[in-house]
T-cell receptor
Framework: AQTVTQSQPEMSVQEAETVTLSCTYD???????LFWYKQPPSRQMILVIR??????QNATENRFSVNFQKAAKSFSLKISDSQLGDAAMYFC???????????FGEGTQLTVNP | GAGVSQSPSNKVTEKGKDVELRCDPI?????LYWYRQSLGQGLEFLIY????????KSGLPSDRFSAERTGGSVSTLTIQRTQQEDSAVYLC?????????????FGQGTRLTVV
């Protein structure tokens, strides 16, 4: 079974600085999808960024980028120029095939200090 | 509606009572998922619908949990004889399957408290 591990229960960053959230996963598949979701206090999960395993290029969405290391089964999220609105719980998630269930990590609570 | 809608937003029930949680997915989304999020934990998969059928219900924790989907739209998650360990946030998501870059859109969840 696939597993997703986030080893940082909590992280903090100063406003305008950069922070990296870690995620590792375990799978025997060669093609799959990886995601980072943000969950603010409103509870609604918001997709931050996605990565297809067959793509070697790391995904980027504005201030958010990933470092995808397929051989190491590592998928970290880098947030540049952190803003107060980035404060939330961040979840890493794995999807075996498009539209199948998501397997989530335990989450990392990010605090942004002014 | 514009997004996934879940009701009620919060539910407090007495141990042993039955509860029904409702999810109204985005119009046209064929896939619907239920997840459970216990306090301070990640999301745990419960069940997946494609249309009205449930090809994957492997995450339902016990036979007290059931779900149905009618008309390929609204879904109801029912928990019978609730227990305190059922207290959690129940999140619903929907997506369009078969397209590139499929994204699961989540509702705001139902916070269930069993007292």
């Amino acid at each position: 079974a696939q597993t997703v591990t986030q080893s940082q229960p909590e992280m903090s960053v100063q406003e305008a600085e950069t922070v990296t959230l870690s995620c590792t996963y375990d799978t025997s598949e060669s093609d799959y999808y990886l995601f980072w979701y943000k969950q603010p206090p409103s509870r609604q999960m918001i997709l931050v960024i996605r990565q297809e395993a067959y793509k070697q290029q790391n995904a980027t969405e504005n201030r958010f980028s990933v470092n995808f290391q397929k051989a190491a089964k590592s998928f970290s999220l880098k947030i540049s120029d952190s803003q107060l609105g980035d404060a939330a719980m961040y979840f890493c998630a794995y999807e075996e095939t498009s539209g199948s269930r998501l397997t989530f990590g335990e989450g990392t609570q990010l605090t942004v200090n002014p | 509606g514009a997004g996934v809608s879940q009701s009620p937003s919060n539910k407090v029930t007495e141990k042993g009572k039955d509860v029904e949680l409702r999810c109204d997915p985005i119009s046209g989304h064929t896939a619907l998922y239920w997840y459970r999020q216990s306090l301070g934990q990640g999301l745990e998969f419960l069940i997946y619908f494609q249309g009205n059928s449930a090809p994957d219900k492997s995450g339902l924790p016990s036979d007290r949990f059931s779900a149905e989907r009618t008309g390929g739209s609204v879904s109801t998650l029912t928990i019978q004889r609730t227990q305190q360990e059922d207290s959690a946030v129940y999140l619903c998501a929907s997506s369009v399957v078969g397209q590139a870059n499929t994204e699961a859109f989540f509702g705001q969840g139902t916070r269930l408290t069993v007292v």
